[in-house]
T-cell receptor, first 113, second 113 residues
Framework: DAGITQSPRHKVTETGTPVTLRCHQT?????MYWYRQDPGHGLRLIHY???????DKGEVSDGYSVSRSKTEDFLLTLESATSSQTSVYFC????????????FGPGTRLTVT | GENVEQHPSTLSVQEGDSAVIKCTYS??????FPWYKQELGKRPQLIID?????GEKKDQRIAVTLNKTAKHFSLHITETQPEDSAVYFC????????????FGGGTRVLVKP
């Protein structure tokens, strides 16, 4: 597996609380992505980054923000968690040059009660 | 934006038989089509991919075909084995636009011994 870690791996939080998930890579890849996975929906892109301090929205970005201050770290923040944000969150990385494959981290299971 | 449809949602095959999963996409700008395998509780793992300048690609027992005109692509697994049991996802992206993957809803494959 590519050098990608996510923390925490599991988290239970209450509605209305802020939550930050961390993705850390050791591959020096330029692109980083956050996806959420829900039954019947496959994986859906939340936000992505194409470099330090360069981020953009994905398909389901409402209620989420991201930051990337270093090449190796990409943070996903839920400012005020809701039950609809209960999901498994995957980080992925990709290089700028071919072959462009995206490699996924181990995932974070988040439960909002 | 891109929309990817995947069929069937579940597939049960006898060990040794072939399995075929089909996907359609909507955005003619998409030029990269990966397939991921996800075992229960694990991260998605890239198993094969194809680019729009190629019509077919093979890797041992798995093959992918692409029909750009019809905007559909398929995964073929021959001589299925119990370890092929997993959820398979197709995806599509435009590599030059950040390689943001749009996933299909997934196919749960069960290989019966």
């Amino acid at each position: 597996d590519a050098g990608i870690t996510q923390s925490p791996r599991h988290k239970v939080t209450e509605t209305g609380t802020p939550v930050t998930l961390r993705c850390h890579q050791t591959e020096n890849h330029r692109y980083m992505y956050w996806y959420r996975q829900d039954p019947g929906h496959g994986l859906r892109l939340i936000h992505y980054s194409y470099g330090v301090k360069d981020t953009d929205k994905g398909e389901v970005s409402d209620g989420y923000s991201v930051s990337r201050s270093k090449t190796e770290d990409f943070l996903l923040t839920l400012e005020s968690a809701t039950s609809s944000q209960t999901s498994v969150y995957f980080c992925a990385i990709s290089d700028l040059a071919p072959p462009y494959e995206q490699y996924f981290g181990p995932g974070t299971r988040l439960t909002v009660t | 934006g891109e929309n990817v449809e995947q069929h069937p949602s579940t597939l049960s095959v006898q060990e040794g038989d072939s399995a075929v999963i089909k996907c359609t996409y909507s955005d003619s700008a998409s030029n990269y089509f990966p397939w991921y395998k996800q075992e229960l509780g694990k991260r998605p793992q890239l198993i094969i991919d194809i680019r729009s300048n190629v019509g077919e690609k093979k890797d041992q027992r798995i093959a992918v075909t692409l029909n750009k005109t019809a905007k559909h692509f398929s995964l073929h697994i021959t001589e299925t084995q119990p370890e092929d049991s997993a959820v398979y996802f197709c995806a599509a992206s435009e590599e030059a636009a950040g390689n943001k993957l749009t996933f299909g809803g997934g196919t749960r494959v069960l290989v019966k011994p």
